[in-house]
Every structure is written in structure tokens, then in C-alpha cells.
């Protein structure tokens, strides 16, 4: 049996993405509700937090108070649960890493004039996964950065998907195990379609 930790269950997504894991046969726990677990085989980050004041453009003049909040929300505190998880994971035999983000994020995909709270705290949040894979890939970690397309994909079938990308190996190109898609740190969203960072 493998474990998996996920950091909360409170909306459709992150509900029905551990339904899915229990489904077919894996142990959920809950962090902070189920901390009598002795290893973790994937560790999912579901936070993915945003402010609804966070709706000011460069004109209007950037609201520090929150960027402050949800960079702590997204980054800070993902930081300080990875690791908090991180020697429950080196005992595992899994060694898979998977967090939440959205294309909207994307410095090569971002087309909104507004949101800098949440798009920032994103980008942090992706130069701290790099630096996590580029210390933790050669012991062998994975790694499975998702949208889940809020609003746009219906949660029950975005939990799927990412059920799907998080369990699956990503294969070797024509078998040649110098060309292992695994050591490259990627995003993809719930059609499955692979985002620039």
C-alpha cells in the first residue's frame, strides 16, 4: 500500500482528487489531521490560494498588504510543510513531489493586467521547485506540477486528470533511459497539455 499526504481537503478539486486515490487503493492522509503516518510515498501541495482583493493593475499602483498574504499563503507556508513532510517522504518508496499552479502564472502565458498578488507568489513558487528538484532529483524525487484549471474544467474530471499525472511515470524517448522525461521539472494543466514555466 502506498501512502499519500495531501496538505487539505476543502473544495470539489482537492475532495475528489483523494477519493480518487482511495479508489484505487491508496492510503490518504490529511496533513495536520493524519500526522501518525510513518512514510509518504507522494506528497500532493493543493494550495493555491488567491485574494480577492488582488485585483489591481500596475496603474493602480501594486497593494503590498496582498502580496504580503498570499505570498505567505503560497509560498511560505509551502515551503515550511514540504519541509516539515520532507524526512516522511525519504522513507518512502515513491519519492514524488506534486504541487499546484496555473498557467495564468506563466510569465510566457499570462495575458491579465491584474492578479500580480497571486502571479508572483506563483513564480516564486516555481524558482523554489527548481531549486527543491535540483537538490532532491539525483536521490531519486519526481516531480508533477498541475493546474487544475479552475473554472474552466469541471473539479470531478480536473481530480482525474490529476489522479493520472500524478501516479503515471513519465517515459524514456524511443527507450533511451539518457532521454528519461522524469528528471525535467514541467507543468500541466487537466487537458493535459505541458506549460512553459
Known amino acids: 500500500m502506498k501512502n499519500i499526504l495531501i496538505t487539505k481537503q476543502s473544495n470539489e478539486f482537492e475532495i475528489s482528487l483523494a477519493e480518487a486515490f482511495k479508489r484505487e487503493g491508496y492510503i490518504v492522509y490529511v496533513a495536520g489531521v ?13 494550495r493555491d490560494e488567491r485574494d480577492s482583493a488582488d485585483n489591481f493593475t500596475i496603474r493602480d499602483g501594486l497593494n503590498e498588504d496582498v502580496i504580503e498574504k498570499v505570498y505567505r499563503t503560497n509560498v511560505l507556508k509551502s515551503m ?15 519519492k514524488r513531489i506534486c504541487f499546484l499552479t496555473a498557467a495564468e502564472a506563466s510569465i510566457n502565458e499570462t495575458r491579465d493586467a491584474d492578479g500580480y498578488a497571486y502571479k508572483l507568489s506563483k513564480a516564486a513558487l516555481h524558482m523554489f521547485l527548481q531549486m527543491v528538484a535540483n537538490r532532491l532529483t539525483p536521490e531519486g524525487y519526481t516531480y508533477r506540477i498541475y493546474d487544475p484549471m479552475y473554472d474552466k474544467v469541471d473539479p470531478k474530471v480536473s481530480a482525474e486528470g490529476a489522479f493520472n499525472y500524478f501516479t503515471r511515470r513519465r517515459g524514456t524517448e524511443n527507450g533511451d533511459p539518457m ?3 522524469e528528471n525535467r521539472l514541467v507543468f500541466r494543466d487537466a487537458l493535459g497539455r505541458e506549460h512553459a514555466w
Open 179 to 181: 532521454r528519461d522525461d
Open 34 to 46: 493524519d500526522d501518525v503516518v510513518d512514510k509518504i510515498d507522494i506528497y500532493i501541495d493543493v
Open 80 to 94: 515550511e510543510m514540504l519541509e516539515k513532510y520532507l524526512p516522511l517522504l525519504d522513507e518512502g518508496d515513491g
